[in-house]
Protein backbone atom coordinates (compact mmCIF):
# COMPACT_ATOMS: atom_id res chain seq x y z
CA UNK A 1 0.00 0.00 0.00
CA UNK A 2 2.30 2.73 -1.11
CA UNK A 3 1.22 6.32 -1.76
CA UNK A 4 1.73 6.44 -5.46
CA UNK A 5 -1.00 4.07 -5.23
CA UNK A 6 -3.20 6.14 -3.51
CA UNK A 7 -6.54 7.93 -5.36
CA UNK A 8 -8.34 10.41 -3.33
CA UNK A 9 -11.97 10.83 -4.39
CA UNK A 10 -11.51 14.94 -4.34
CA UNK A 11 -8.82 17.48 -4.37
CA UNK A 12 -8.95 20.69 -2.12
CA UNK A 13 -9.83 22.59 -4.94
CA UNK A 14 -13.10 20.54 -5.63
CA UNK A 15 -16.39 21.71 -3.82
CA UNK A 16 -17.93 18.81 -2.41
CA UNK A 17 -21.64 19.75 -2.99
CA UNK A 18 -20.87 20.24 -7.00
CA UNK A 19 -18.89 16.68 -6.83
CA UNK A 20 -21.73 15.29 -5.60
CA UNK A 21 -24.30 16.90 -8.10
CA UNK A 22 -21.90 15.30 -11.18
CA UNK A 23 -21.34 12.27 -10.14
CA UNK A 24 -25.18 11.52 -9.63
CA UNK A 25 -26.04 12.18 -12.74
CA UNK A 26 -23.38 9.82 -13.35
CA UNK A 27 -24.70 7.30 -10.94
CA UNK A 28 -28.39 7.35 -12.82
CA UNK A 29 -27.38 7.14 -15.88
CA UNK A 30 -25.58 4.00 -15.12
CA UNK A 31 -28.56 2.99 -12.45
CA UNK A 32 -31.06 3.60 -15.82
CA UNK A 33 -28.10 1.82 -18.99
CA UNK A 34 -25.93 -0.16 -16.93
CA UNK A 35 -22.99 1.59 -18.97
CA UNK A 36 -20.08 2.76 -17.01
CA UNK A 37 -19.33 6.16 -17.71
CA UNK A 38 -16.29 7.70 -19.40
CA UNK A 39 -15.77 10.19 -16.97
CA UNK A 40 -15.99 7.72 -13.56
CA UNK A 41 -12.78 6.99 -11.60
CA UNK A 42 -10.82 3.44 -12.64
CA UNK A 43 -11.50 1.91 -9.30
CA UNK A 44 -15.50 3.37 -9.16
CA UNK A 45 -15.53 1.87 -12.76
CA UNK A 46 -14.34 -1.64 -11.76
CA UNK A 47 -16.28 -1.43 -9.07
CA UNK A 48 -19.72 -0.30 -10.92
CA UNK A 49 -18.59 -2.82 -13.30
CA UNK A 50 -18.67 -5.92 -10.29
CA UNK A 51 -22.40 -4.93 -9.07
CA UNK A 52 -25.01 -7.00 -9.48
CA UNK A 53 -28.07 -7.41 -7.89
CA UNK A 54 -27.80 -6.54 -4.46
CA UNK A 55 -30.44 -8.12 -2.04
CA UNK A 56 -30.66 -5.64 0.45
CA UNK A 57 -29.62 -5.16 4.34
CA UNK A 58 -29.24 -8.75 6.32
CA UNK A 59 -30.06 -9.27 9.64
CA UNK A 60 -26.91 -8.51 11.88
CA UNK A 61 -25.19 -11.14 13.88
CA UNK A 62 -25.64 -11.15 17.65
CA UNK A 63 -23.64 -9.78 20.37
CA UNK A 64 -22.58 -13.40 20.85
CA UNK A 65 -21.83 -14.01 17.22
CA UNK A 66 -20.11 -11.05 16.92
CA UNK A 67 -17.84 -11.72 20.47
CA UNK A 68 -16.82 -15.37 18.37
CA UNK A 69 -15.62 -13.29 15.34
CA UNK A 70 -13.52 -11.02 17.48
CA UNK A 71 -12.12 -14.14 19.36
CA UNK A 72 -11.40 -15.59 16.33
CA UNK A 73 -9.90 -12.99 14.45
CA UNK A 74 -7.10 -12.78 17.39
CA UNK A 75 -4.51 -10.63 14.97
CA UNK A 76 -7.12 -8.36 13.77
CA UNK A 77 -8.08 -7.45 17.55
CA UNK A 78 -4.62 -7.00 18.35
CA UNK A 79 -4.19 -3.87 16.38
CA UNK A 80 -7.61 -2.41 17.00
CA UNK A 81 -6.31 -0.41 19.95
CA UNK A 82 -3.59 1.13 17.65
CA UNK A 83 -5.94 1.77 14.76
CA UNK A 84 -8.13 3.86 17.39
CA UNK A 85 -5.21 5.92 18.88
CA UNK A 86 -4.25 6.82 15.25
CA UNK A 87 -7.77 7.35 13.76
CA UNK A 88 -10.47 8.25 16.74
CA UNK A 89 -8.85 11.68 17.44
CA UNK A 90 -9.44 12.91 13.39
CA UNK A 91 -12.90 11.10 13.68
CA UNK A 92 -14.01 12.95 16.58
CA UNK A 93 -13.05 16.23 15.14
CA UNK A 94 -14.40 15.85 11.29
CA UNK A 95 -17.41 14.16 12.61
CA UNK A 96 -16.96 11.06 11.27
CA UNK A 97 -16.66 6.67 12.84
CA UNK A 98 -14.36 4.40 12.47
CA UNK A 99 -15.04 0.80 11.37
CA UNK A 100 -13.02 -2.16 11.69
CA UNK A 101 -14.40 -5.03 10.06
CA UNK A 102 -13.19 -9.10 9.73
CA UNK A 103 -11.84 -10.72 6.61
CA UNK A 104 -16.04 -11.55 5.62
CA UNK A 105 -16.64 -7.93 5.82
CA UNK A 106 -18.26 -8.16 9.36
CA UNK A 107 -18.48 -5.05 11.18
CA UNK A 108 -17.02 -6.28 14.15
CA UNK A 109 -15.97 -2.75 16.12
CA UNK A 110 -17.57 0.81 15.74
CA UNK A 111 -16.49 3.96 17.40
CA UNK A 112 -16.98 7.69 17.20
CA UNK A 113 -19.35 10.41 17.58
CA UNK A 114 -23.16 9.69 18.58
CA UNK A 115 -24.42 11.62 16.00
CA UNK A 116 -22.36 9.95 13.32
CA UNK A 117 -23.24 6.77 14.56
CA UNK A 118 -27.16 6.96 14.85
CA UNK A 119 -27.17 8.36 10.97
CA UNK A 120 -24.80 5.25 10.45
CA UNK A 121 -27.14 2.81 11.79
CA UNK A 122 -30.14 4.14 9.78
CA UNK A 123 -28.26 2.26 6.87
CA UNK A 124 -27.73 -0.82 8.63
CA UNK A 125 -23.91 0.11 8.98
CA UNK A 126 -23.63 -1.30 12.36
CA UNK A 127 -21.64 -4.07 14.83
CA UNK A 128 -22.56 -7.42 13.25
CA UNK A 129 -23.55 -5.97 9.64
CA UNK A 130 -21.68 -7.43 6.55
CA UNK A 131 -20.67 -5.30 4.12
CA UNK A 132 -19.43 -6.68 1.35
CA UNK A 133 -20.11 -5.09 -2.23
CA UNK A 134 -22.46 -8.01 -3.22
CA UNK A 135 -24.37 -7.03 0.17
CA UNK A 136 -24.81 -3.81 0.20
CA UNK A 137 -23.68 -2.12 -3.24
CA UNK A 138 -20.46 -0.87 -3.92
CA UNK A 139 -18.78 0.84 -0.93
CA UNK A 140 -15.12 1.71 0.26
CA UNK A 141 -14.91 -1.23 2.72
CA UNK A 142 -16.38 -3.83 0.35
CA UNK A 143 -14.41 -2.36 -2.23
CA UNK A 144 -11.15 -2.64 -0.37
CA UNK A 145 -11.72 -6.49 0.17
CA UNK A 146 -12.25 -6.72 -3.61
CA UNK A 147 -9.38 -4.28 -4.77
CA UNK A 148 -6.60 -5.05 -1.70
CA UNK A 149 -5.86 -1.70 -1.67
CA UNK A 150 -6.94 1.66 -0.03
CA UNK A 151 -9.87 2.95 -1.55
CA UNK A 152 -11.87 6.25 -0.81
CA UNK A 153 -16.13 6.54 -2.11
CA UNK A 154 -17.57 9.81 -2.38
CA UNK A 155 -20.97 10.36 -2.18
CA UNK A 156 -22.60 9.26 -5.52
CA UNK A 157 -19.39 6.98 -6.12
CA UNK A 158 -21.51 4.46 -3.65
CA UNK A 159 -24.04 2.08 -5.68
CA UNK A 160 -26.99 2.10 -3.09
CA UNK A 161 -28.36 5.71 -3.29
CA UNK A 162 -29.01 5.73 0.30
CA UNK A 163 -25.29 5.98 0.70
CA UNK A 164 -24.61 9.13 -1.29
CA UNK A 165 -24.58 11.35 1.83
CA UNK A 166 -21.69 9.24 3.07
CA UNK A 167 -17.76 9.68 2.25
CA UNK A 168 -15.92 6.46 3.08
CA UNK A 169 -12.18 5.84 3.02
CA UNK A 170 -10.81 1.75 3.88
CA UNK A 171 -7.51 0.24 3.72
CA UNK A 172 -7.40 -3.26 3.70
CA UNK A 173 -4.87 -5.10 6.84
CA UNK A 174 -3.03 -7.87 5.28
CA UNK A 175 -1.82 -10.38 7.16
CA UNK A 176 2.38 -10.10 6.84
CA UNK A 177 3.17 -14.18 7.30
CA UNK A 178 0.80 -14.86 4.30
CA UNK A 179 -0.68 -11.83 2.44
CA UNK A 180 -4.22 -13.27 3.09
CA UNK A 181 -6.94 -10.60 4.22
CA UNK A 182 -7.58 -9.99 7.93
CA UNK A 183 -10.09 -7.15 7.93
CA UNK A 184 -10.30 -3.78 6.59
CA UNK A 185 -10.69 -0.17 8.55
CA UNK A 186 -12.64 2.43 7.51
CA UNK A 187 -13.37 6.12 8.53
CA UNK A 188 -17.00 7.16 7.57
CA UNK A 189 -19.02 10.48 7.65
CA UNK A 190 -20.84 13.09 5.86
CA UNK A 191 -19.64 13.60 2.24
CA UNK A 192 -19.21 17.48 3.46
CA UNK A 193 -16.51 16.57 5.42
CA UNK A 194 -14.45 14.64 2.45
CA UNK A 195 -10.81 15.21 2.62
CA UNK A 196 -8.31 13.91 0.71
CA UNK A 197 -5.17 13.64 3.16
CA UNK A 198 -8.04 11.02 5.16
CA UNK A 199 -6.67 8.59 2.07
CA UNK A 200 -3.44 8.67 3.56
CA UNK A 201 -3.89 8.68 7.30
CA UNK A 202 -6.28 5.62 7.03
CA UNK A 203 -3.19 4.25 4.74
CA UNK A 204 -0.89 5.20 7.11
CA UNK A 205 -2.26 3.70 10.12
CA UNK A 206 -3.51 0.53 8.16
CA UNK A 207 0.23 0.27 7.75
CA UNK A 208 1.85 0.24 10.81
CA UNK A 209 -0.83 -1.87 12.13
CA UNK A 210 0.84 -4.29 9.68
CA UNK A 211 3.75 -2.99 10.73
CA UNK A 212 3.50 -3.59 14.12
CA UNK A 213 2.17 -7.27 12.69
CA UNK A 214 5.46 -8.00 11.49
CA UNK A 215 7.24 -6.85 14.28
CA UNK A 216 5.26 -9.59 16.45
CA UNK A 217 5.81 -12.01 13.58
CA UNK A 218 9.59 -11.82 13.82
CA UNK A 219 9.75 -12.12 17.38
CA UNK A 220 7.69 -14.79 17.19
CA UNK A 221 10.04 -16.52 14.85
CA UNK A 222 12.97 -15.78 17.05
CA UNK A 223 10.86 -17.52 19.91
CA UNK A 224 10.43 -20.67 17.90
CA UNK A 225 14.08 -21.15 17.03
CA UNK A 226 15.18 -20.49 20.88
CA UNK A 227 12.77 -22.95 21.96
CA UNK A 228 13.83 -25.40 19.06
CA UNK A 229 17.20 -24.87 20.36
CA UNK A 230 16.46 -25.23 24.54
CA UNK A 231 14.79 -27.99 23.96
CA UNK A 232 17.50 -30.20 22.20
CA UNK A 233 15.06 -31.07 19.37
CA UNK A 234 17.96 -30.04 16.84
CA UNK A 235 20.44 -32.65 16.08
CA UNK A 236 24.14 -30.76 15.60
CA UNK A 237 25.19 -33.35 12.35
CA UNK A 238 22.20 -33.21 10.46
CA UNK A 239 20.30 -30.72 7.99
CA UNK A 240 17.90 -29.08 10.02
CA UNK A 241 15.17 -26.09 9.23
CA UNK A 242 12.94 -24.59 12.03
CA UNK A 243 9.35 -22.78 10.28
CA UNK A 244 6.66 -21.68 11.41
CA UNK A 245 3.20 -23.01 10.79
CA UNK A 246 3.45 -20.51 7.07
CA UNK A 247 7.00 -21.98 6.26
CA UNK A 248 8.59 -18.66 7.44
CA UNK A 249 12.25 -20.04 8.41
CA UNK A 250 13.02 -19.26 12.47
CA UNK A 251 16.60 -21.47 11.86
CA UNK A 252 18.55 -23.10 8.82
CA UNK A 253 21.23 -25.65 9.51
CA UNK A 254 23.12 -27.27 6.45
CA UNK A 255 20.16 -25.86 4.23
CA UNK A 256 20.76 -22.89 1.76
CA UNK A 257 16.95 -21.39 2.00
CA UNK A 258 14.95 -18.12 1.46
CA UNK A 259 13.28 -16.39 4.36
CA UNK A 260 10.59 -18.95 3.47
CA UNK A 261 9.67 -22.24 2.41
CA UNK A 262 6.32 -23.69 0.79
CA UNK A 263 5.14 -26.24 3.05
CA UNK A 264 3.16 -29.06 1.01
CA UNK A 265 -0.60 -29.16 2.06
CA UNK A 266 -1.74 -31.24 4.63
CA UNK A 267 1.77 -31.50 6.82
CA UNK A 268 2.15 -34.64 9.46
CA UNK A 269 4.59 -35.85 11.50
CA UNK A 270 6.10 -38.49 9.68
CA UNK A 271 8.56 -38.40 6.51
CA UNK A 272 7.64 -35.59 3.83
CA UNK A 273 9.21 -33.95 0.37
CA UNK A 274 9.02 -30.31 0.75
CA UNK A 275 9.56 -28.31 -2.75
CA UNK A 276 12.97 -26.65 -2.69
CA UNK A 277 13.98 -28.95 0.83
CA UNK A 278 13.71 -32.27 -0.79
CA UNK A 279 12.70 -35.59 1.66
CA UNK A 280 12.71 -34.79 5.19
CA UNK A 281 11.30 -36.35 8.57
CA UNK A 282 8.43 -33.25 10.28
CA UNK A 283 8.33 -33.24 13.73
CA UNK A 284 5.69 -30.69 15.03
CA UNK A 285 6.63 -27.98 17.14
CA UNK A 286 4.74 -25.52 19.15
CA UNK A 287 3.47 -23.00 16.47
CA UNK A 288 5.71 -24.48 13.57
CA UNK A 289 7.81 -27.92 12.61
CA UNK A 290 10.95 -29.17 12.74
CA UNK A 291 12.46 -30.73 9.68
CA UNK A 292 15.20 -33.05 9.66
CA UNK A 293 17.04 -33.99 6.46
CA UNK A 294 16.49 -37.44 5.59
CA UNK A 295 19.57 -39.54 6.26
CA UNK A 296 18.70 -42.98 3.94
CA UNK A 297 19.93 -42.84 0.26
CA UNK A 298 17.22 -41.36 -1.76
CA UNK A 299 16.10 -42.90 -4.43
CA UNK A 300 13.42 -41.44 -7.34
CA UNK A 301 10.90 -44.30 -8.87
CA UNK A 302 9.26 -42.49 -11.88
CA UNK A 303 5.41 -43.89 -12.53
CA UNK A 304 3.48 -42.75 -15.36
CA UNK A 305 0.13 -43.30 -14.27
CA UNK A 306 -2.11 -42.32 -15.23
CA UNK A 307 -1.76 -39.91 -13.60
CA UNK A 308 2.01 -39.72 -13.58
CA UNK A 309 3.98 -39.19 -10.55
CA UNK A 310 7.19 -39.89 -8.80
CA UNK A 311 7.92 -42.05 -5.69
CA UNK A 312 10.73 -40.59 -3.47
CA UNK A 313 12.00 -43.26 -1.21
CA UNK A 314 14.53 -43.27 1.37
CA UNK A 315 15.02 -46.24 3.38
CA UNK A 316 11.51 -47.23 5.22
CA UNK A 317 10.37 -43.75 4.20
CA UNK A 318 8.39 -42.98 0.98
CA UNK A 319 6.34 -39.81 -0.53
CA UNK A 320 4.32 -39.62 -3.96
CA UNK A 321 4.81 -36.44 -5.90
CA UNK A 322 2.30 -36.15 -8.25
CA UNK A 323 3.54 -34.59 -12.22
CA UNK A 324 2.03 -33.51 -15.01
CA UNK A 325 3.19 -35.28 -18.63
CA UNK A 326 5.67 -33.02 -19.43
CA UNK A 327 7.47 -33.48 -16.21
CA UNK A 328 7.11 -37.37 -16.18
CA UNK A 329 9.20 -37.03 -19.73
CA UNK A 330 11.35 -34.74 -18.75
CA UNK A 331 12.77 -36.59 -15.76
CA UNK A 332 12.35 -40.05 -17.76
CA UNK A 333 14.60 -38.07 -20.03
CA UNK A 334 16.83 -37.18 -17.54
CA UNK A 335 16.80 -40.62 -15.70
CA UNK A 336 18.08 -42.19 -19.27
CA UNK A 337 21.33 -40.07 -18.85
CA UNK A 338 22.83 -39.19 -15.54
CA UNK A 339 25.71 -38.08 -17.23
CA UNK A 340 23.34 -35.10 -17.31
CA UNK A 341 21.82 -32.78 -20.57
CA UNK A 342 22.10 -29.05 -21.92
CA UNK A 343 18.76 -27.32 -22.57
CA UNK A 344 19.92 -27.80 -26.59
CA UNK A 345 19.92 -31.21 -25.90
CA UNK A 346 16.72 -31.34 -24.25
CA UNK A 347 14.82 -29.94 -26.70
CA UNK A 348 16.49 -31.97 -29.38
CA UNK A 349 15.29 -35.43 -27.80
CA UNK A 350 11.37 -34.06 -25.93
CA UNK A 351 8.63 -34.13 -28.62
CA UNK A 352 6.09 -31.02 -28.93
CA UNK A 353 8.81 -28.72 -27.52
CA UNK A 354 9.50 -25.32 -29.46
CA UNK A 355 12.62 -23.54 -27.97
CA UNK A 356 15.28 -23.71 -25.54
CA UNK A 357 13.56 -21.28 -24.03
CA UNK A 358 10.13 -23.13 -23.20
CA UNK A 359 12.50 -25.93 -22.20
CA UNK A 360 14.38 -24.23 -19.69
CA UNK A 361 11.18 -22.63 -18.33
CA UNK A 362 9.51 -26.33 -17.87
CA UNK A 363 12.66 -27.51 -15.93
CA UNK A 364 12.74 -24.29 -13.59
CA UNK A 365 8.88 -25.07 -12.46
CA UNK A 366 10.36 -28.60 -12.16
CA UNK A 367 13.22 -28.24 -9.78
CA UNK A 368 11.09 -25.88 -7.84
CA UNK A 369 8.84 -28.86 -7.28
CA UNK A 370 12.00 -31.43 -6.54
CA UNK A 371 14.33 -29.94 -4.61
CA UNK A 372 17.70 -30.52 -4.72
CA UNK A 373 16.68 -33.76 -6.82
CA UNK A 374 17.22 -31.59 -10.37
CA UNK A 375 20.87 -29.96 -10.77
CA UNK A 376 21.96 -27.74 -13.65
CA UNK A 377 24.05 -27.12 -16.04
CA UNK A 378 24.03 -29.42 -17.46
CA UNK A 379 20.64 -30.92 -16.02
CA UNK A 380 20.96 -33.93 -14.29
CA UNK A 381 19.41 -36.04 -11.51
CA UNK A 382 20.87 -36.35 -8.27
CA UNK A 383 19.51 -39.20 -7.14
CA UNK A 384 19.20 -43.00 -8.37
CA UNK A 385 16.19 -42.72 -10.67
CA UNK A 386 14.22 -45.27 -12.59
CA UNK A 387 10.95 -45.86 -14.18
CA UNK A 388 8.96 -48.29 -12.64
CA UNK A 389 5.58 -49.86 -15.29
CA UNK A 390 2.83 -51.78 -13.84
Not at 282 to 299: F, H, I, K, N, Y
Request: proline share 7%; glycine share 10%.
Amino acid sequence: MTQSRLEAALTVFDDPTAKARELLGLHRAWSTSRQIPDLLRPVIARAWQRQGTVPGHLRPLGDAAVAERRDRAEDLASVVPLLGDRLLPLAAEAGNELVVSDDQGYVLWVSGPAPVRRKSEELGYVQGARWRERDVGVNALGTAMEERRPVQIFGPEHGDEDQHPWVCTSAPLLDPRTGTLLGVVTLSGSYRTAHPHTLSLVTMAAGEAMGLLRSRHADGLRRLARDAGQRGVVPARVATLVVDDAGWVASAHGYGVGERIRLPAGLSAGPAWVPGVGQVFAEPLDGGWLLRAAVAQTQLELRPGPPPSALMRSGTDATEIPLTARHFELLTLLAAHPQGLDAREVLSRLDGAQTEVTVRAELSRLRRRLGGLIESRPYRLTVPAAVVRP
